[in-house]
């Protein structure tokens, strides 16, 4: 009796539901199977908890009661705009030089743009030198200078900045580490040892030890004509007041004058410097008296003079391109009244007192 009675009730609920679940899988979801509830107490309508309001609104922040855009027009609300934006590029711009002046203000680039400002125009020169030669359909006279460079001998003397950062360096290095048994290491404490700077190791070195001096007696007499001075920097062999230079030995046939059997560049060079050496008045059995060794045979850079009327007429050449080639010097001795040996600095004041200004920038950037 009860089982019929509860199965009466389940039709008759059914019965009273299926017009409802029926419209809203018709207008809201596809015919799958799906699971629905009733709200009891609000509403006789079924909905699906996947089911949302169409007319969906986007979130806003909520105005407060301060904000009176709404109150200003269109022109007034561009115009602030616009005053914000100009604000918010000082600012930007502001922040840009104050970043750049973290660097000491020291100005950026310097020694390139002079560079770059020395070098264009000696480019664009040099192009219309070429140019102005093929027009006229004359030739160059080519040379060959050689730099014979001395490499520093002791090191150079540190910054101030290098000498506090070895010092710290040490003093940590001291500090830090493993500490082993004083049967290992000959000493109490631990394995870093002691961090000494440069004046407190020389005064550990026993009394009769006297380092060499840095400076030697050429440097103090002011003598160039010796290998014996500057020898914390790089010199250059210079005779007469020049790099030995000389012609370049071309063949006969004027078609082919740089032909293969004709002299290199680097032959040259060794060929001049030996014949400015014997002009100087020593004499080692035809033999350079120092030993060198070549770096490359290409030449580290070239300089055009242009010849007057007089010369392009007698030479038949609009010019002359001297190339200049780098040997280093590797032993051997090679002293004389007119032989100097000058640092890079010393070589630009020299040709800087012969009003000779372009030369000097040159040298300057090239050794």
């Keep these: 009796m009860i089982t019929k009675t509860m199965t009466s009730s389940a039709r008759r609920v059914g019965r009273q539901l299926s017009p409802a679940v029926k419209y809203v899988q018709h207008e809201c979801f596809p015919p799958t199977p799906r699971r629905y509830f009733a709200t009891v107490g609000v509403s006789n309508t079924i909905r699906s908890p996947f089911e949302t309001d169409r007319t969906r609104k986007l979130a806003t922040r909520k105005k407060s009661s301060s904000d009176d855009s709404s109150s200003s027009s269109y022109f007034e609300r561009k115009v602030s705009n616009k005053q914000e934006r100009t604000e918010a590029y000082k600012q930007k711009v502001e922040r840009a030089v104050r970043i750049v002046s973290r660097r000491c203000n020291s100005p950026r680039d310097v020694k390139k743009e002079a560079f770059r400002s020395w070098w264009d125009g000696r480019r664009i020169r040099e192009e219309q ?136 560049l680097l032959e040259a060079a060794l060929r001049g410097l030996q014949e400015h050496i014997h002009r100087v008045g020593i004499k080692n059995n035809d033999k350079i008296p120092i030993g060198f060794y070549c770096l490359s045979e290409a030449p580290i850079g070239v300089q055009l003079n242009v010849n007057d009327d007089e010369q392009q007429k007698s030479t038949g050449c609009y010019g002359t391109k001297t190339f200049y080639m780098k040997i280093q010097y590797d032993g051997g001795t090679l002293d004389g009244d007119d032989i100097a040996w000058l640092d890079r600095l010393e070589i630009v004041k020299r040709f800087q007192s012969n009003s000779k200004d372009d030369e000097a920038s040159f040298f300057r950037y090239l050794l």
């Design 129 to 264: 030198m070429n140019r102005k030669a093929r027009q006229v359909g004359m030739d160059w006279t080519i040379k060959v200078a050689t730099i014979v460079e001395r490499l520093p001998v002791v090191m150079p003397d540190k910054e101030f900045f290098e000498i506090e950062f070895e010092d710290q360096q040490a003093y940590m290095k001291a500090r830090s580490g493993k500490e082993f048994p004083k049967e290992f290491i000959g000493t109490s404490g631990g394995g870093g040892g002691e961090a000494y700077t440069d004046e407190e190791l020389m005064a550990l070195l026993p009394d009769r030890f006297q380092p060499a001096s840095r400076a030697t007696k050429a440097d103090k007499d002011g003598s160039i004509n010796t290998l014996e001075r500057r020898l914390k920097d790089r010199v250059y062999l210079m005779t007469y007041d020049c790099f030995p230079t000389t012609d370049v030995k071309v063949l006969k046939n004027e078609e082919n004058k740089f032909g293969i059997d004709s002299e290199t």
